[in-house]
Nanobody
């Protein structure tokens, strides 16, 4: 299993970014996927999950209405669209082979992460 995140960067408050996670080594279309993040000095936070078909998204309250999770099962890519970014969104963002918060914050496989800095 390999997960490679990209798309992070530095943006001003109110800005937007789209993160991508390229998946390989497993049948991507059969698995729900998640995004988590870790801010400096804080614990890992689950922020979003999506079912295997890409139909049902789930969001943490902290990002609901601002972030959008999606996936392209033909290209094995998971996305996270970040809008209305706030300073508090500064963190390393990871995709995880996980169906929800419990597994995403447990021992689920994650990528190396992509840094998002809002300032």
């Amino acid at each position: 299993v390999q997960l490679v995140e990209s798309g992070g960067g530095s943006v001003q408050p109110g800005g937007s970014l789209t993160l991508a996670c390229a998946a390989s080594g497993f049948m991507f279309s059969r698995y729900a996927m998640s995004w988590v993040r870790q801010a400096p000095g804080k614990e890992v936070e689950w922020i979003s999950s999506i079912d295997s078909a890409g139909i049902q998204p789930y969001y943490a309250d902290s990002v609901k209405g601002r972030f959008t999770i999606s996936r392209d099962n033909t290209r094995n890519i998971l996305y996270l669209r970040l809008t209305s970014l706030e300073n508090e969104d500064t963190a390393m963002y990871y995709c995880a082979k996980a169906g929800g918060p419990k597994t995403a914050l447990g021992g689920a496989v994650r990528g190396q992460g992509t840094q998002v800095t809002v300032s």
